[in-house]
């Protein structure tokens, strides 16, 4: 027997009906069926320790986007912010329980494994917890695959106005905002690009044997005539710095750390989301999804920043 549905908060769980197999149908959304694309605007008012969460918990279900699970935590809680009960404690009218709005017996299904950062035992009140609890619930369900996300989201909460509600912001979250490359920003990625699957090696920047991060960087930028400091920190500070929220060009360098004064990673992007870059040992050049949301986590890092050199 499948576990419970999850009630969401102030929504009746419904049953299926004609609009509902319609939209179970619906295979357009392929501009929010991936993990790839960068908040847009729209995305602004989500707690930024939110957003974090949602994209790391995306990412563990292959082509569910992290705006999918933004739109639920924002119909279900306001990402965690609603007093309303059963968000914080107790449960709702329906029996639902945390941010996510779990029913108990859905919650215990798909706690496990308990996230970085979660409570031991799993709560449905932790939101880290909660959202990869999500995640794991709506990845069981086909959320990853265009043509069966709808139902996915279905699965979710059985109403066909839940659905469309869903799939609406999402899809309002997932506009990419991405300036136009420079000149200098465009040659320095498509050199960058010729190098995938290349080695990382610490220390190391030589074409076709290995790169760290900033060894990259600096060989792609001096590929495009743009002379760059060795170290990521000192590319960092050598800039010039983007303020926040300033739509990223191809190109363009973003860097992660503890801070602006412990930055230990760089890449180049590529577009929305997603850079170039040399991650660490073991690993080769790729391309790798990111957040930049001022504080957003990437494994044990923060976004720290972005440059546009040249």
């Not at 991936?34 to 994209?55: D, K, R």
């Not at 809680?77 to 017996?105: D, I, K, Y």
């Not at 926040?244 to 989301?273: I, K, Q, R, W």
Request: with cysteine; net charge negative; hydrophobic share 45%.
């Amino acid at each position: 027997m499948a576990p419970p549905v999850v009630a969401a908060a102030g929504l009746a769980v419904g049953v299926l009906t004609a609009g509902a197999v319609v939209l179970a149908g619906m295979v357009g959304l392929l501009s929010i069926g991936e993990n790839t694309a960068a908040p847009s605007g729209a995305a602004s008012g989500i707690p930024a320790t939110m957003l974090a969460l949602y994209q790391r918990a995306a990412a563990t279900c292959p082509g569910l986007s992290w705006a999918v699970l933004a739109a639920i935590g924002t119909i279900e809680s306001g990402n965690g912010t609603s007093a309303l009960p059963g968000v914080h404690s107790g449960a709702n009218s329906a029996g639902a329980q945390g941010p996510m709005q779990f029913e108990p017996a859905t919650f215990s299904a798909y706690d496990l494994p308990v996230p970085a950062g979660g409570a031991d035992p799993p709560s449905p009140y932790d939101p880290t917890d909660a959202v990869f609890a999500a995640a794991r619930y709506l990845c069981a369900n086909g959320a990853g695959t265009p043509a069966t996300l709808s139902a996915a989201i279905f699965d979710y909460n059985h109403s066909a106005d839940y659905v469309r509600e869903v799939l609406d912001l999402a899809e309002h979250y997932a506009q990419p905002a991405v300036a136009v490359a420079g000149p200098a920003g465009q040659a320095a990625l498509d050199w960058a690009l010729l190098q995938v699957g290349t080695p990382y090696i610490w220390g190391a920047e030589a074409t076709g044997v290995g790169f760290d991060c900033s060894g990259l960087v600096q060989a792609a930028y001096a590929a495009a005539g743009v002379k760059l400091p060795r170290v990521a920190q000192d590319q960092f500070d050598a800039g010039p710095r983007l303020a926040a929220g300033t739509p990223l060009a191809p190109g363009d360098l973003v860097f992660f750390g503890t801070g602006p004064s412990g930055v230990a990673h760089v890449g180049l992007v590529v577009s929305a989301g997603i850079m170039v870059d040399a991650p660490h040992t073991g690993a080769k050049v790729r391309e790798d999804s990111f957040a930049s949301e001022p504080g957003a986590g990437f494994g044990d890092e923060i976004f720290v920043g972005a440059t546009r050199p040249g």
